[in-house]
């Protein structure tokens, strides 16, 4: 709160009073005042009049950079009123009665919000644990079918399963703490889960994987990390140009190990590469072909924030993408 | 006869694992009766179990300590709860393996080839010998009347795949499958190319039709 802030605020006070005060001497010089007492008298009570705007002013910018550093300091901001110190004033008492009530059902507000999220989590989780039983079934049932019939079904089922895969880790990235579990890996593990996860995609697609140096060890969750290369497979495979392949290889950078999968697919078109990471965006390679959801690269991104993994994706038109995963080697800050 | 005791409380998943595994040749053992299973194991002396975490009303880490004092059989988890922590669980339990549903079939049978062989109830053996050919896998060499070819890691796993199974079809998916289990994956084409250089081989050992095609179907040894 500036001076000038202040004054505007209390302005009609202000003025009322100098009114007051200038009607009183008026009234004091028509009934014969001697000047000089008049003066002492306007200056006395002027100074006083001062004086206790000054104090006022000074105490109120001093609460209120008090109240300022105390929200400062908040993790949680709407518990502001629990960690006011006492009011002053009645008035204050009051104001900070009323922010408490509001505070207090805001926190209700939130606690509920939080519960119903971990309720959706769990309900979907439960729902796709629920889920694999049949598809489990499907998938032994297929084995009995032979030829074209057998491998479509396969590779809907397939389908079917990634998706499922996607909407399980979707609700987990909105509350990912709770099944973080970083340990050391090699990379191989973590590509051959992949790959294994994804067979029936990428043989189908034709496509042929070419390793390299990944008996490098990495700090990682190993679920998160599968899920995330398993996204990239699909994606290779779904955008797969002519003899696709998919070549994976890894080298260590300072402290960490870099991971690049990069495939010979159709690309991105230049202008479309600072959306890829976005929810929902599919672009004009996905509205092509459809059945794209837009969901995959942003939950790629969205649990490497998690994992302290950083993703980048270079891609050329017609000459394919490439993404790197730079994963830590070393155990520090997490 | 490997005898696989299953502990699946789905049972359109227990009847079909059942029938898949009788027809990879293995005894299937399904258990319907949670209540007693230590005691049937006990009883009927499995190769392996393959136990799934989630029965109704067990504690499959329980059940899991239970069975590994009952027999001694390896241990293979089935879930379908992917989550870290259950996995170290498992493994810290004494788990063999760790395989999450859906599970595709060619990589739940390649697990149980691979706990079996692990666990000594199927003979590992360096050497496979076939249709008078005697592979190496150790070494990567192919040996036949006293003449030794070198076999590259993919020319390797189609032979041992092929004298396997040997005077049987073997079809391509089967090999690709094959090749994918053992990390190298290659795509029809280059099946077809890996093919002719070991055909090119085998004529070195002046064997050149040994691997015949049989159209449609697959190779034959």
């Known amino acids: 709160m500036s001076l000038g802030e202040f004054l505007y605020d209390r302005l009609g006070r202000i003025v009322l009073w100098l009114a007051c005060l200038g009607a009183a001497g008026l009234f004091l010089a028509a009934t014969g005042t001697q000047p000089g007492v008049l003066a002492l008298l306007t200056a006395v009570l002027l100074l006083i009049f001062l004086a206790v705007q000054g104090t006022d002013y000074l105490r109120q910018r001093a609460r209120l950079r008090e109240l300022e550093r105390i929200l400062e300091g908040l993790e949680e901001k709407y518990l502001f009123t629990e960690c006011v110190p006492p009011a002053d004033t009645l008035y204050e008492r009051r104001l900070f009665d009323l922010m408490r009530r509001a505070g207090r059902a805001m926190t209700g507000a939130v606690s509920d919000a939080r ?51 996607r909407a399980l880790f979707y609700a987990r990235a909105e ?13 191989s593990e973590l590509v051959f889960q992949a790959v294994e996860n994804h067979r029936t995609l990428l043989r189908q697609s034709g496509v042929q994987i070419e390793t390299q140096g990944l008996e490098q060890t990495v700090y990682t969750d190993k679920q998160w990390a599968v899920f995330i290369l398993g996204q990239l497979f699909q994606n290779a495979a779904r955008y797969r140009g002519e003899a696709p392949a998919i070549a994976i290889s890894a080298e260590p950078l300072e402290d960490r190990v870099q991971l690049s999968v990069r495939d010979n697919g159709i690309g ?23 059945g794209a959801t837009g969901m995959g690269l942003y939950l790629c991104k969205k649990l490497s924030g998690f994992l302290d993994l950083d993703i980048q994706l270079t891609s050329e038109e017609g000459a394919g993408t490439c993404v790197t995963l730079s994963f830590p080697a070393k155990l520090t800050k997490l | 006869m490997r005898k696989i005791m299953i502990l699946e ?11 898949l595994l009788r027809n990879e040749g293995y005894a299937p053992l399904p258990v319907t009766d949670f209540a007693t299973v230590t005691e049937q194991a006990a009883r009927e002396q499995p190769d392996l179990i393959l136990l799934d ?123 690709l499958d094959a090749l994918w289990d053992s990390q190298i994956y290659i795509d029809d084409n280059s099946l077809s190319v890996n093919m002719t250089r070991l055909r090119g081989k085998l004529a070195e050992l002046g064997l050149p039709e040994l691997i015949k095609t049989r159209r449609g179907m697959g190779y034959q040894l």
């Open chain 1, 115 to 165: 519960a119903a999220q971990r309720d959706y989590r769990e309900t979907v989780e439960s729902w796709v644990h629920e889920i694999k039983a049949p598809i489990t079934a499907a998938r032994l049932v297929c084995r009995q079918l032979e030829g074209e019939a057998r491998r479509k079904l396969d590779f809907e089922l397939a389908q079917i399963e990634a998706h499922v895969e």
């Open chain 1, 175 to 187: 509350s990912p703490e709770r099944d973080c579990v970083i340990r050391q890996f090699p990379l």
């Open chain 1, 268 to 290: 991105i078109p230049e202008h479309e590469l600072p959306r890829v990471f976005d929810r929902g965006f599919t672009g004009s390679n996905g509205r092509a072909r459809g």
């Open chain 2, 9 to 19: 409380d789905d049972p359109a998943i227990r009847e079909e694992l059942s029938l």
């Open chain 2, 53 to 175: 975490i989630g029965l109704p009303g067990q504690d499959g880490f329980a059940l899991c300590a239970a069975l590994r004092k009952a027999v001694s059989a390896p241990v293979i988890f089935v879930t379908s709860r992917d989550s870290g922590l259950d996995e170290v669980r498992a493994l810290s339990l004494g788990g063999d393996d760790y395989i999450t549903k859906p599970y595709s079939v060619p990589v739940l049978l390649a697990r149980i080839k691979a706990v079996l062989r692990r666990s000594g109830a199927v003979g590992s053996t360096d050497t496979v010998e076939a249709a008078g050919l005697r592979l190496s896998l150790t070494k990567g060499t192919l040996t036949a009347a006293g003449k030794t070819v070198e076999l590259t890691r993919n020319e390797l796993q189609i032979m041992a795949c092929l004298m396997g199974q040997a005077g049987q079809i073997v079809s391509r998916a089967d090999l």
